[in-house]
């Protein structure tokens, strides 16, 4: 049996998700996938181009020359590009491809964490743990407004609030692989936890399951 350890986390926006994988991985020495940066590296090369956010052919042509080791976070968590990741994710044909790269990334030794919408359900269905992140729409919107205005002082909560919600119904409605949390996921709510706690919570279904499989 390989020692290949292979963490899936998923949840919506602004859940907390991404801090809970950078950790998990730091901890379980495994490297590390921010699946929503691939969609947000398409949206980001086609409003670049002037491409419509539906344009299919460009964005699988894009998708195929993204480096995984070469996305630019500063450059593609910038306002706006969240929402236009949402709009471009709804292209089965540009999900395809991005999904087999992202597996193949999770396949290789020693394992890996990867987060985003569909990692648990379509990416690693057979992922040794699978964590379903989410917390209540208002505590989302208020820690990422809080993380926004480190640059942007104005950041205004009821319109960072709107965008969540406008994301998440997109996400969770799509045809294809909508956001919604695998049957074997364990459900990590974190509206009352803080990071440290949510943290913990998530180490220890790890080992819980990783002592299952043995
Ligand atoms: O996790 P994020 O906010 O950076 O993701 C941006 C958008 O990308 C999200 O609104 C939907 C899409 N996405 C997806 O469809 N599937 C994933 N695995 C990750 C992100």
Known sequence: MSGRLVIAID????SGKGTLARRLATHFGLRHL?????YRAVADALLAAGAGLDDEDQAVGVARTLGFDRLDKGRLTRPGIGEAASRVAVMP???AVLVSMQRA???AEPGAVLDGRDIGTVVCPDADAKIFVTAEPEARARRRTLELRQFDPGADEAEVLDDLRRRDARDMSRADSPLRPAPDAYLLDTTDLDIETAFRAAVE??????KSRR
């Open 205 to 210: 279904h790890v080992e819980r399951v990783r």
């Open 105 to 107: 990334f999770a396949e």
């Open 34 to 38: 921010d699946t929503g940066l691939t």
């Open 93 to 95: 044909r540009l999900r």
């Open 11 to 14: 949840g919506p926006a602004a």
